[in-house]
């Protein structure tokens, strides 16, 4: 098959198998456990699709697939289980299930991976250590210790006093309440993508602008600025609670690109040029997000039974994360990076 269609069959089957999945687990052991494990997976395959290409190490890329996919994947689960065991005695507490401070920081560790591998380009890990292997484990473990500090310094569950799952012992007592921060930074993300869909225009017409670590500082920024923006667009001027924000606006806006951008391996507007191409890529992921969100929201009842939107628990909007971004994205990424569209697509 050739794309754009490939990516059309792949994610339309990735999404099917993923609501199947989904249906096999009640709502709290989704938004907990499940969600958690599935989260602690993707760093891995963004080191295993980005850092490393999918082309080390060569003991498991010099394979053909689907034995190579596999490789990958028994070494993502791996690497998912110790990330996964180690936060959950740690920033969890050992308490089951996972509090919620345990999945915002697993959460934003996924963010932070995201910072390392693109928007850094994997700088300095990289340019300092020469086998790539280990600069992608490397830079991984920096960002799990990076994601660490910026969680105690910035997220606060002070509004969770006196529920149950209120843990006062794992509470950073951060600089701002942990719903905003963590809407933010999804956000920041969202702000990433967008530059992804213009490839990096206008910065591209200076190559100088291209290079790290300047990259990763003007990126950085750009991303922190939109996702600010974005923040205050939605919660001040709208009036949107900042989980129902999230499910509306950024979360959409990043499965709509990578299903544009990595699904169709941005194959839709090749023909066109930037800032043309990054347009027409942005308006599709914006359109292709919020229609499989809004599908996901209406299957919801159906697969998982009915669930109420809002204050307290906002328990629609931490299922629809989870099902979107903890499950979908995580299928789509194990397929796309490590299997190569196998056996969709039969040759490298």
Avoid at 136 to 144: C, F, K, P, R, S
Avoid at 322 to 342: E, G, H, K, M, N
Wanted: aromatic content about 12%; some cysteine.
């Amino acid at each position: 098959m050739k794309q754009p269609g490939l990516g059309i069959v792949s994610s339309v089957t990735v999404m099917a198998l993923s609501l199947v999945f989904i249906a096999a687990f009640t709502v709290p052991a989704l938004t907990t456990w499940v969600a958690f494990v599935m989260i602690s997976l993707i760093p891995m395959t963004i080191v295993i699709g980005v850092t490393w290409g999918a082309g080390h190490p060569a003991s498991l890329s010099r394979h053909s697939q689907p034995i190579r996919g596999i490789l990958y994947l028994l070494l993502v689960l791996a690497t998912g289980a110790v990330v996964a065991l180690i936060h959950f005695l740690t920033v969890g507490g050992r308490i089951s299930p996972p509090t919620p401070m345990l999945s915002m920081c697993i959460i934003t560790s996924v963010v932070i991976t995201f910072w390392f591998a693109i928007m850094w380009g994997g700088w300095p890990f990289t340019k300092l250590v020469k086998n790539p292997v280990v600069a992608g484990l490397v830079m991984l473990a920096a960002a799990y210790v990076v994601n660490w500090l910026l969680f105690r310094a910035f997220f606060d569950f002070g509004f969770m006093k006196g529920s149950p799952a209120y843990v006062a012992a794992l509470d950073p007592r951060g600089l701002f309440d942990a719903w905003n921060a963590q809407v933010f930074s999804v956000t920041a993300l969202s702000g990433m993508f967008l530059m992804l869909n213009f490839e990096l225009w206008p910065l591209t017409r200076k190559p100088s602008l291209t290079r790290q670590p300047l990259l990763g500082l003007i990126w950085t920024a750009a991303a922190l600025g939109i996702g600010a923006i974005g923040m205050a667009v939605g919660t001040e001027l709208f009036g949107l609670d900042a989980p129902v924000f999230m499910v509306r606006v950024p979360i959409p806006f990043i499965f709509g690109s990578i299903i544009v951008l990595k699904m169709m391996e941005d194959s839709i507007f090749k023909r066109f040029s930037q800032p043309l191409k990054g347009v027409l890529n942005a308006t599709v992921s914006v359109v292709v997000g919020v229609v499989l969100a809004r599908l996901f929201a209406a299957l919801a009842p159906v697969i998982s039974g009915a669930m109420e939107s809002g204050p307290p628990g906002y328990m629609a909007e931490v299922w629809l994360a989870s099902a979107l971004l903890a499950v979908t994205f995580p299928f789509l990424t194990i397929f796309a990076d490590l299997f190569r569209f196998w056996p969709l697509r039969r040759s490298e």
